[in-house]
């Protein structure tokens, strides 16, 4: 039933591509084959997160609303008016899909490696993922599960029972649909997220080919951006020649890579490694905020103003896919639009039908979940210079950024023609700098790279006109492949490292406890459990847990510490269960090394009826 079901879901994504791609050929006529590819890789994704979630809204989350989703996007392709026009065909030349298969697909085939080795893979019945999946997998495969199995929408959080999940879950309720469809957890989850690589890949491809105008120079701002990463190899050769393992801890060690080492204060990931791949709403906020970008340049830039209605439809969209990607287009696209008042003042006319737009859209989602949430937890705090508070300010980003950052000052003076568009970024690193947007100060990283992303694209360019006016001289190319290196090297090991990373996330007792309650538990079941983050009943079963890993909840905004001393209390001291599992609507007791190691008394559950029990773990009931 399951390959039943995996095979519905790909039928079920190919009919939102299909029709994705038939709007961008008629929406986009004068952009080429390739932007109109990635244009309807975008649409499809914007749509499935978007159109059954409205429904959803409405109705629940049910097979209803995803075919009610489908036939809203899909059936106006099958109306004569639309159906029998005929849009513009522009080719790509042949150059471009040379260069852009030369970024596009080497990335996607890593990013398929990584997804197999850290998605669920199955190892003699346990469950298994890589370095970088092994922290917040566990939470967005809860809100996956949770969101299919209850149909509650908007969801509650899975690991903190009763409480209204302000997280931007759209990112999770792609897979979901998924889910309802029949296919197994592992396809609902990678299914989506290889069509939003694409996505990303494409579409920063795509936008430095128009910013640079040189399809050479955007495969150079690809390579730098996306394999990118500082000095820090230093920490692991220093020493290396008298002690191997110094540097083969790149590969072994956990998280003690060149991009990401937080002993050495060196924090500034890889983004495929550290952002797309663990992190399912930068992934898919990053797939529909490039084509923003993208968007907002053609605009102000080259004046092309009739993109203001798609590109307020998509900025308005944004807040529940990924509020970071939002907040970084709202600050851009202030920056522009200030840029272009000192241009010419008429112009603040033409912002108008983008900024209503994605204002109309946005508000009531920032009202009812993003400022609900952050205002309650106090979200909003001063912090200069981001994480750091170790190294001196510039040395603190010469070793995280490296090539990049070094050659930038050098590039700004240097590329005149896009340094416009670097200054309308530059306030966001500013804002960055001073004010954290949530209560982990590393997240602002998620605003950062968006700066970052136009930084490689200068620093691409300005290369590139280097190398051409040191034509002629002898060793020109040796020096271009040493700066190159010198800035890839370190992203390029941290990928080998999350190639070769295996670790256990649930062992085979817990898959198996997780199937029984799956298959046998109640839907409105609320199991009392340790707040271990890999709990495998919230994130394999989609079962309601009354309080999960503080790692999550905290920087969510919603960890509350009296909750935390209950769960403790109900597991230590007798009577505490009695009086206490009303108050939180407890079902049902779990009792595991995890539930041991806190110091639960196991004689407290002596007197209550086993429902499930294996050498790992054993279910208890209340009813």
Known sequence: MQFLGNVLSVLYLAAYLAAGLRYAWLLLPREDNLTRAAAGASLALFAQMWLPALFSFLLGFTLLSQVLGLALFVLPCALPPVFRRRPASLRTDARS???????????????AVLLYTHVLRPVDGALHTGQSCYGD?????SFITSIARNGVFPPLYPIEAGVQ?????????????YLLLGADLRFAYILPMVLALYAVFSWYFVWMRRFLQSEKRACLAFVLFFLGGGIALWYFLDGARSDPSNFTRIFTAYYETPTNNANENVLWVNPIADLLIPQRATLFGWSILLPCLYLLYRMAFAGEWKYAPYLGVLAGGLPLLHTHSFLALFVLSAGVFVRQLFLDARL??????YALLAAVLALPQLWKFTFAQADNAGFLHLSFNWVNQEDPYL??????????????PFALLSEKRLRGFWLCALPLWVVCEFIVFQPNNYDNNKLLFVVHMISCSLVASFLSTMYHK??????????????????????????????????????????????FARENLPDDAVLLTADEHNNPFASLAGQTIVQGSPTFLYFHGVYDTDRAADVRAMYTQEGALESLAGKYGVTHVVLSWHELSMGADPSLFADLPVVYANDEVTIYSLK
Not at 348 to 353: A, D, E, G, R, Y
Request: hydrophobic residues 55%; proline residues 3%; aromatic residues 12%.
């Open 395 to 408: 040395w603190f980003y010469i070793k995280n950024i490296g090539v990049v950052f070094l050659l930038l």
């Open 165 to 177: 999940m302000g997280y931007p879950f759209l990112c999770d309720s792609i897979s979901s649909t």
């Open 348 to 353: 603040w006319k033409k912002f108008v039908p």
């Open 137 to 141: 997998m566990s939470m967005h495969l």
């Open 97 to 111: 899909a040379k260069l852009h298969a030369f970024c596009v697909v080497p990335a996607l085939l890593l990013s």
């Open 470 to 515: 040191l034509r002629g001289m002898r060793g020109r190319a040796l020096m271009g492949a040493a700066v190159v290196f010198a800035g890839t090297v370190s992203g390029a090991l941290t990928l080998a490292r999350e190639v070769v990373s295996d670790y256990e996330l649930f062992s085979d007792g817990m898959v198996e406890a997780a199937q």
